[in-house]
Nanobody, 127 residues
Framework: QLQLVESGGGLVQPGGSLRLSCIAS????????VAWFRQAPGKEREGVSC????????VYADFVKGRFTIARDGAKTTVYLQMNSLKPEDTAVYYC????????????????????WGQGTQVTVSS
């Protein structure tokens, strides 16, 4: 069974950067699309970014375009989310999720598409 563990969250000042990691165990991520979601207190979970199986297609929510970058490593075990120019409204618990896909699949930011989830990592942006 695929297991996902997020790391890299923490407290950062506005304008700062963090890099989140989503590490897989049990299986490699070779045949999975991977996404990052976030959930702030009192709000619904929302999609942040996703990357397809081969890593050559990515999707970003409008509110992170130009600030966040998703990438996957060559060993197919980790997906990263580089977050720059962080804002207080980026404060949330960030989750990674994965779904088995084919090579032509374009990932989407729909939580119900994903069947493997990590436990989340807290990101707090505050001065």
């Amino acid at each position: 069974q695929l297991q996902l563990v997020e790391s890299g969250g923490g407290l950062v000042q506005p304008g700062g950067s963090l890099r989140l990691s989503c590490i897989a165990s049990g299986f490699t991520l070779s045949y999975y699309a991977v996404a990052w979601f976030r959930q702030a207190p009192g709000k619904e979970r929302e999609g942040v970014s996703c990357i397809n199986m081969s890593g050559d297609s990515t999707v970003y929510a409008d509110f992170v375009k130009g600030r966040f970058t998703i990438a996957r490593d060559g060993a197919k075990t980790t997906v990263y989310l580089q977050m720059n120019s962080l804002k207080p409204e980026d404060t949330a618990v960030y989750y990674c999720a994965a779904e088995v896909v084919g090579p032509e699949y374009v990932c989407k930011l729909h939580p119900h598409d994903y069947d493997s989830w990590g436990q989340g990592t807290q990101v707090t942006v505050s001065s």
